[in-house]
């Protein structure tokens, strides 16, 4: 079977990774061909026809300055797609890019598949059209997504398992001790931690990222250290945080969270990842700081909850604090409870684990790989 994937962002690779792996292994000739990071080139055995990288950008302002890259790389795209004219074209998340590429190759006759659904129930719910009429199959991560799009009229949307789960477990179980960790990444301080995620985007890091640094310098009995992400360089956290002691520790985000006392995590699927290893946490998301965007934000939005924790459980396991409410005073009110013994610390834990319930077993890359190579 011929395989084209395209993945936007570092968690869309990993994710994306994790699939070809299992395609792999249930269907050794496969043939692939992706557009995406560094972890799917190893799993695939072969360099990016284009790399994520290239592909990233956020925020209204970042879009329109970035017009004519995004739509330079959507020819590209469909030119690589048209040329390869692959069996199924796998998408995986990234909705603003991936459904054009889903209308195109649909119209030239290509099964699409798409792994890891657009968050259609949060905002932008008219792309559902677009699903129904272009995207043959769904694969879920998300137990509530099946119902979600059934409601809707669509009844090909699957829940497979979240990957983030076996991800997780599989990170705990080859968790290096405390010590190893601290001396590979160069952290002579024994005072417990304090773990920032502040997003895998340029603009997220740049809006959270010094918040975040404030609110962590008000616990000198703690010391703070910042999750990479892999596409971002040092010198780029260095500039942003304009801290000359700042730590930062790549590729080993999982085990910053476990050994961290608790976090402050940038909303998307980090807040997942951080309650799957069971560390509390405040979800930060700053934008452009307006009270006005906030009011925006809560008119476009169709849900409750932003966090995946709260999203799943249906209940305000951890707190959000969004836009013009993420403020060093807000962060370290609903921080400070969390870095001891408290209720607070209790009922985020409790929830964590009624949501690890609610997402099951299942090995989600393994299971879409045999549905995808089935059809």
């Known amino acids: 079977m011929k395989i084209f994937l395209v993945a936007g ?42 790399h994520y990288s290239n592909l990233n950008v956020m925020g209204f302002s ?27 074209l796998i998408l995986v998340d990234f909705p603003g890019f991936n459904l054009r590429l889903a209308k195109f190759a649909s119209r030239l006759g290509i099964r699409v598949d798409y792994y ?24 879920s991560i998300l137990p509530f997504e099946p119902d979600f799009y059934r409601k809707r009229g669509y009844d090909r949307c699957v829940y497979v398992g979240n990957p983030s789960v076996e991800e997780i477990a599989y990170a705990m179980g080859h968790i290096s001790p405390l010590r190893h960790f601290k001396e590979r990444q160069g952290i002579d301080d024994d005072r417990p931690i304090i773990a920032l995620v502040p997003g895998s985007r340029r603009g997220e890091i740049r809006n959270n990222l010094p918040l975040m640094i ?12 910042v999750a990479a992400a892999p596409s971002i360089p040092e010198k780029f ?13 790549f590729g080993a ?20 990842e951080t309650a799957l290893v069971g560390t509390p946490q405040v979800v930060c998301y700053r934008a452009n700081g307006k009270k006005w965007s906030y009011k925006i934000m809560e008119k476009l939005l169709k849900v ?7 999203l799943i459980v249906g209940n305000a396991v951890v707190p959000e604090l969004l836009v013009n409410r993420c403020t060093v005073p807000h962060i370290c009110r609903e921080l400070s409870p969390l870095l001891q013994p408290s209720p607070k610390r209790d009922w985020q834990l409790n929830g964590y684990r009624m949501m690890t319930r609610k997402l099951g077993t299942h090995n989600a890359p393994e299971y879409a790989a045999e549905l995808i190579l089935a059809d």
């Open 62 to 88: 970042e879009v329109i300055r970035n017009l004519g890259k995004i739509f330079r790389n959507l020819r590209l795209a469909k030119d690589m797609i048209r040329r390869f004219r692959p069996d199924v």
């Open 9 to 50: 962002e570092a968690s869309g690779d990993l994710h994306a990774s994790r699939l070809i792996e299992s395609l792999r292994k249930q269907d050794e000739g496969c043939e692939i061909r992706f557009i995406g990071g560094d972890l799917m080139a190893v799993k695939a055995g072969r360099d990016p026809e284009l």
């Open 253 to 272: 985000t999982p085990t910053l969270v476990k050994y961290s006392r608790a976090a402050l995590v940038t909303s998307g699927t980090a807040t997942l």
């Open 237 to 249: 956290y260095r500039e942003v945080a304009r801290d000359p002691g700042l730590k930062v520790a």
């Open 116 to 139: 890891i659904s657009p968050k259609l129930w949060a905002w932008k719910e008219w792309r559902i059209k677009t699903v129904k009429k272009y995207v043959d199959r769904m694969y």
């Open 214 to 225: 404030e609110a962590a310098k008000r616990y000198p009995d703690f010391q703070y250290v």
């Open 304 to 310: 409750k909850y932003v966090s995946l924790p709260n």
